[in-house]
């Protein structure tokens, strides 16, 4: 005899609703946090508030220490090393090239510029585009164009039902970009793993989130990065 299907468990009702929801604030607001007390209200769900969900992950993840008073200057240190990722990998070879012909303008000797002559700025191996040196900024670019260009296909098949990551809108691209930016971080700091196909998957939630926080402070362009690369280390 076939056994009944079984009956879904009953919703929670509207005080049990309210009286979650207050634990969950009462926890957050404290001083310094009890994670294992944040982990357990947590686990029953939480709340689409602006921000609590973002405010949650980032502390349950470790990308926020638990004492409040710590936050405003993790998530400066954090900006601030997103920001020199931003700068250290993702610079065009064009424009480092550019800065330092620029910069040997700069440099030529005063006597050769009162006899009128105008110097060419000289380039050095490492920096021709055709360098195989390990320092080369085009070497470099050279060698993850093939991780770019799988980046650049997993990131335009995320989510394609959520305009939020697909279509011609310019926030749908704004956020690609910065998803594409991320992942190629994350592949030079950790050159043993790279990227795998699926990465884009894990990061996506969590970009959703913290995208999604009103508090600009926290804005994702400036800390999902040195989130999402914490989470997978």
Same mark, same amino acid.
């Given at each position: 005899?076939?056994?009944?299907?079984?009956?879904?468990?009953?919703?929670?009702?509207?005080?049990?609703?309210?009286?979650?929801?207050?634990?969950?604030?009462?926890?957050?607001?404290?001083?310094?946090?009890?994670?294992?007390?944040?982990?357990?209200?947590?686990?029953?769900?939480?709340?689409?508030?602006?921000?609590?969900?973002?405010?949650?992950?980032?502390?349950?993840?470790?990308?926020?220490?638990?004492?409040?008073?710590?936050?405003?200057?993790?998530?400066?240190?954090?900006?601030?090393?997103?920001?020199?990722?931003?700068?250290?990998?993702?610079?065009?070879?064009?424009?480092?090239?550019?800065?330092?012909?620029?910069?040997?303008?700069?440099?030529?000797?005063?006597?050769?510029?009162?006899?009128?002559?105008?110097?060419?700025?000289?380039?050095?191996?490492?920096?021709?585009?055709?360098?195989?040196?390990?320092?080369?900024?085009? *070497?470099?670019?050279?060698?993850?164009?093939?991780?770019?260009?799988?980046?650049?296909?997993?990131?335009?098949?995320?989510?394609?039902?959520?305009?939020?990551?697909?279509?011609?809108?310019?926030?749908?691209?704004?956020?690609?970009?910065?998803?594409?930016?991320?992942?190629?971080?994350?592949?030079?700091? *950790?050159?043993?793993?790279?990227?795998?196909?699926?990465? *884009?998957?894990?990061?996506?939630?969590?970009?959703?989130?913290?995208?999604?926080?009103?508090?600009?402070?926290?804005?994702?362009?400036?800390?999902?990065?040195?989130?999402?690369?914490?989470?997978?280390?």
């Amino acid at each position: 005899m076939a056994s009944s299907p079984r009956s879904p468990p009953p919703a929670p009702t509207p005080e049990f609703e309210i009286s979650r929801q207050s634990r969950l604030f009462a926890a957050l607001s404290k001083k310094v946090i009890d994670l294992d007390e944040l982990r357990m209200l947590a686990a029953q769900g939480v709340p689409d508030a602006a921000g609590v969900r973002a405010t949650v992950w980032k502390l349950l993840l470790g990308y926020l220490p638990n004492d409040r008073s710590l936050w405003e200057q993790e998530l400066a240190k954090k900006r601030a090393q997103y920001a020199a990722f931003k700068d250290e990998f993702l610079r065009n070879p064009v424009e480092i090239s550019r800065q330092v012909q620029t910069e040997g303008h700069h440099n030529v000797n005063e006597e050769h510029v009162d006899n009128g002559f105008l110097h060419r700025s000289e380039v050095t191996r490492e920096e021709h585009p055709l360098s195989l040196g390990k320092t080369s900024a085009w *070497n470099q670019f050279f060698e993850c164009s093939e991780i770019m260009e799988q980046i650049d296909r997993d990131v335009k098949r995320t989510h394609p039902d959520m305009h939020f990551f697909c279509g011609d809108s310019s926030f749908a691209k704004s956020n690609q970009e910065s998803l594409k930016n991320v992942l190629l971080i994350f592949a030079k700091l *950790n050159a043993g793993i790279r990227y795998v196909q699926g990465m *884009n998957e894990i990061l996506a939630p969590l970009f959703f989130v913290f995208r999604s926080d009103p508090d600009d402070k926290n804005a994702v362009w400036k800390i999902c990065g040195s989130g999402f690369i914490l989470l997978l280390r």
